[in-house]
């Protein structure tokens, strides 16, 4: 897990703080974060394309 501390630039020159653990919990609630930032960016698309497309996108399951 990595966290951006905001610097910008050049990708390769961008720094984190990161962690490597085994400890199943902290592994969990990142996965679930991520996945839950996953699903909501890719809903604000589909609502966004249905509206440029007049309500005629819907999600794919």
Known sequence: MARDLGDTGV????EFE???SYDR????AAAHSL???LTA???R????LGKHFGGCVAPLR
């Open 35 to 37: 996945v839950g930032r």
């Open 25 to 28: 919990n902290m592994v969990t």
């Open 18 to 20: 990161f962690v490597v």
């Open 45 to 48: 698309r589909i609502t966004h």
């Open 11 to 14: 990708d390769a020159d961008r």
């Open 41 to 43: 960016n890719r809903q």
